[in-house]
């Protein structure tokens, strides 16, 4: 795992609720961070993602992955950096609405599962 990687599981997603697993097989891909509970995927990007090839790369990973009703969000290393907080917040309000809705509308807060 890269430094920001790192940041983000051992200073947020390790004690999450609902949990995280990093480094998560599904199908020809390994993400990041990965949620089955709220269906999510968390992407840390480096600067080879922002050129055409990774664009592109990218977004075929993604189509992919909505086959398996993945949603996938993506940070950029810069972003872990410099507004880690804000990074956390986006996740948090990410897992809540996917939350909400896989379960049909119900709300979610963080420790309630």
């Known amino acids: ?5 790192n940041h983000l599981w051992y200073d947020f ?3 999450f609720t609902p949990r995280f697993q990093r480094q998560k ?12 509970k709220a269906n999510l995927a968390i992407e840390l990007d480096g600067s080879q993602h922002y050129g055409a090839v ?3 790369s990218d977004d ?3 189509k992919e ?13 810069l972003e872990i950096k410099q507004n880690f907080e804000g990074v956390c917040r986006k996740i948090q309000i990410e897992v809540e609405q996917s939350l909400t809705a896989v ?6 807060t963080q420790g309630s599962l």
């Open 25 to 36: 097989i599904v199908g020809k891909f390994i993400l990041d961070f990965y949620c089955a």
């Open 103 to 108: 379960n049909g509308g119900a709300s979610f």
């Open 13 to 15: 997603l390790k004690n």
């Open 65 to 77: 992955l909505e086959k398996y009703k993945i949603r996938i969000i993506r940070f950029s290393n």
């Open 60 to 62: 075929e990973r993604t």
């Open 54 to 56: 990774g664009k592109e």
């Open 1 to 5: 795992m890269t430094r920001e990687e």
